[in-house]
């Protein structure tokens, strides 16, 4: 009986999330994992409501990430995660989560799908070193600032 409920008022949350209404949706998906407390799906989407609805986007990467954690092969719980990440306004690190999921679950047409709004990235500006390097970093910021 609790399972036909939590899942009506997930997709309630859902319809609403898709009608641009996340504080409404925040409350049915907070509800449905009242119900289900160890649901994946209904944790990340309380996440990606509350970064939608009330701004708060640590707890929100917290719990997609919590999600995530749980369930590493659904392609849905990337995509909340990186929903999360450009709300926050951080392009570089959904990006990052994005190749992370093409790389543990191959070529999934959503995936590609969500890389493909996101667009490509620059290489990296001194190429010998990694991506995630600080030079590398802020040299990308500097070269974003002058050539955008």
């Given at each position: ?6 899942l ?16 409404e ?27 939608r ?17 749980m ?30 999921a ?15 709004k ?15 390097n600080?030079?590398?970093r802020?040299l ?9």
């Amino acid at each position: 009986m609790t399972d036909s409920v939590a899942l009506t008022e997930f997709k309630q949350g859902v319809q609403l999330l898709r009608d641009e209404q996340p504080d409404e949706a925040l409350e049915h998906f907070r509800n449905a994992l009242e119900l289900e407390k160890q649901n994946p799906y209904f944790i990340s989407f309380v996440g990606v409501s509350l970064a939608r609805a009330e701004k708060k986007w640590t707890p929100a990467l917290k719990l997609c990430e919590m999600a995530l954690s749980m369930k590493r092969n659904e392609a849905q719980l990337y995509i909340n995660l990186v929903d999360v990440y450009m709300s926050a306004g951080r392009r570089e690190e959904a990006l990052m989560i994005l190749d992370r999921a093409q790389a543990s679950l191959g070529r999934h047409p959503r995936i590609q799908q969500e890389r493909m709004k996101l667009g490509t990235r620059r290489p990296s500006p001194v190429s010998f070193l990694r991506r995630e390097n600080v030079l590398n970093r802020y040299l990308g910021i500097l070269r974003q600032r002058i050539f955008a």
